[in-house]
């Protein structure tokens, strides 16, 4: 899939994934999928393997930032800020960055023939 096309068909999935189901699957699709998203960004000016390790590190560094408490407070006063910041650390979202990432390359990668950020 080309990565314009993966940018609103992932966001698609990670908002009804969020409006649509519950509990720890709602949680760590959301999670993964956020890094998905931000995979199939990259993927218009990066490599795969490069796209996936800055998208984890992007989400890691957004990770670490909520321990500042600063994500939290604009979380509170923005939805927007909750959806890209979020709002408390979670240590398990770690792990589920780095699924959402492989997903992205899946995802990307899914096509026929490889387009200029194919590896």
Do not use: C
């Not at 649509?20 to 393997?49: E, H, M, N, Q, S």
Request: charge should be positive.
């Amino acid at each position: 899939m080309k990565p314009w096309l993966a940018v609103p068909v992932v966001l698609a999935l990670g908002l009804g994934v969020r409006a649509f189901t519950g509990g720890d699957f709602a949680k760590y699709a959301g999670v993964a999928l956020y890094t998905t998203l931000i995979y199939a960004l990259l993927a218009f000016w990066l490599r795969p393997l490069w796209a996936a390790i800055a998208a984890t590190g992007f989400s890691w560094a957004v990770e670490f930032f909520q321990l500042t408490g600063i994500p939290a407070d604009l979380s509170a006063r923005s939805t927007l800020a909750h959806l890209v910041l979020g709002s408390t650390f979670n240590a398990p979202d770690l792990f589920w960055y780095v699924v959402g990432a492989a997903l992205g390359i899946v995802i990307v990668r899914s096509k026929a023939s490889p387009g200029p950020g194919a590896a």
